[in-house]
């Protein structure tokens, strides 16, 4: 079994991220080098879901409100200005739980046996997650519409 500091994920979270948006939003999520600095300001939706077993730690996807009323309305198949907030968080949440696990998969198909938590979704303008102490980081950005946003690992073999 290869460390987990050894494994390059980027594969499996566009693959992973790929299939899910065309898939379930008819969307297309296209790999960014973009400044995913500017996700820290102003209003946003973190999902989560997290990891027990021979791994643990946290799947994180992070969107700008805009970003996330525009992918809850291409799943709900309504336009972004009718879609409620609680209806925002349902599909983010849904999208932690499909991206998530797929990479789940993965870390079982590699001998780190684990279990996903069901998701969590924050919202607001001013938070910092960490979901545990010196976790080994992984940041992924994408585009969809013109909106970045980014797909966080925190992970940390147990």
Do not use: H
């Not at 805009?66 to 879609?83: F, I, K, Q, R, Y």
């Not at 983010?92 to 998701?119: A, F, Q």
């Not at 969590?120 to 980081?137: H, W």
């Amino acid at each position: 079994m290869a460390s987990l500091k050894e494994i390059d994920f980027s594969g499996y979270v566009q693959l992973a991220v790929g299939s899910v948006f065309s898939t379930m939003l008819s969307l297309k999520a296209e790999s960014s080098d973009g400044d995913s600095q500017a996700l820290l300001e102003g209003e946003k939706y973190m999902g989560m879901v997290g990891l027990a077993g021979k791994v643990s730690g946290a799947i994180c996807l992070t969107f700008s409100k805009e970003c996330g009323n525009l992918l809850a309305a291409s799943m709900l198949g309504v336009d972004p200005e009718e879609v409620d907030p609680s209806e925002a968080r349902d599909v983010i949440g849904e999208l932690c739980n499909m991206i998530g696990g797929n990479i789940k998969s993965r870390l079982c198909d590699m001998g780190y046996d684990c279990v996903l938590t069901i998701p969590s979704i924050t919202t607001g303008k001013d938070f910092k997650f960490v979901p545990l102490k010196d976790p080994i980081f992984w940041e992924y950005k994408f585009v969809t519409e013109g909106f970045l946003w980014v797909v966080r690992l925190y992970l940390k073999e147990t």
